[in-house]
T-cell receptor
Framework: DTEVTQTPKHLVMGMTNKKSLKCEQHMGHRAMYWYKQKAKKPPELMFVYSYEKLSINESVPSRFSPECPNSSLLNLHLHALQPEDSALYLC?????????????FGSGTQLSVL | RKEVEQDPGPFNVPEGATVAFNCTYSNSASQSFFWYRQDCRKEPKLLMSVYSSGNEDGRFTAQLNRASQYISLLIRDSKLSDSATYLCVVNTPSNFGNEKLTFGTGTRLTIIP
């Protein structure tokens, strides 16, 4: 079982909807990540939070808005998405930014945008 | 050239056979290298780190060749449970000191009974 918990596991939304993906870890990790993965493609980095501050934004469109309320939680707010945004969204954590080798991934949220 | 490139696969290998994957990376400043495994519809999980001197973990052996900028993964005595996608991952320095992990496209392995 993964130690990073993501909810929901599946999400279907329309292009005008607003929804949020949630991620939680209780391993005391200080770095958290959002990745996007399309079918048969590798995970693509979207955002990195380090000590609750955004440290990397990989030029992600503003319709994706990350939030890190505390060191254990990471949210991804979705608004006005496009069908091409349908993908598996993976949250991950690591002890800190300097120790990225041990990335713990959540099981992901499979998102479908209609 | 892509930052991290892998054998495209798929590899269909009989049970008990030995299989090897290669991966090349473009940034000579890369410092850390890993193999992750991803089962169908599951999240990636760290299989092993790759050290300069090469390292072994049971049936799995990883090698690094810095001069040629490639890493390899060897699986001996393959098991049905080894069927998965194997992702080569490289820690790549980027602007402003922010490092990030870059994933290869993955190699799909199917072990045939």
């Amino acid at each position: 079982d993964t130690e990073v918990t993501q909810t929901p596991k599946h999400l279907v939304m329309g292009m005008t909807n607003k929804k949020s993906l949630k991620c939680e870890q209780h391993m005391g990790h200080r770095a958290m990540y959002w990745y996007k993965q399309k079918a048969k493609k590798p995970p693509e980095l979207m955002f990195v939070y380090s000590y609750e501050k955004l440290s990397i934004n990989e030029s992600v469109p503003s319709r994706f808005s990350p939030e890190c309320p505390n060191s254990s939680l990471l949210n991804l707010h979705l608004h006005a998405l496009q069908p091409e945004d349908s993908a598996l969204y993976l949250c991950a954590s690591s002890q800190d930014r300097a120790k990225t080798e041990k990335l713990f991934f959540g099981s992901g949220t499979q998102l479908s945008v209609l | 050239r892509k930052e991290v490139e892998q054998d495209p696969g798929p590899f269909n290998v009989p049970e008990g056979a030995t299989v090897a994957f290669n991966c090349t990376y473009s940034n000579s400043a890369s410092q850390s290298f890993f193999w992750y495994r991803q089962d169908c519809r599951k999240e990636p999980k760290l299989l092993m780190s790759v050290y300069s001197s090469g390292n072994e973990d049971g049936r799995f052996t990883a090698q690094l060749n810095r001069a040629s900028q490639y890493i390899s993964l060897l699986i001996r005595d393959s098991k049905l449970s080894d069927s998965a996608t194997y992702l080569c991952v490289v820690n790549t320095p980027s602007n402003f000191g922010n490092e990030k992990l870059t994933f290869g496209t993955g190699t799909r392995l199917t072990i045939i009974p």
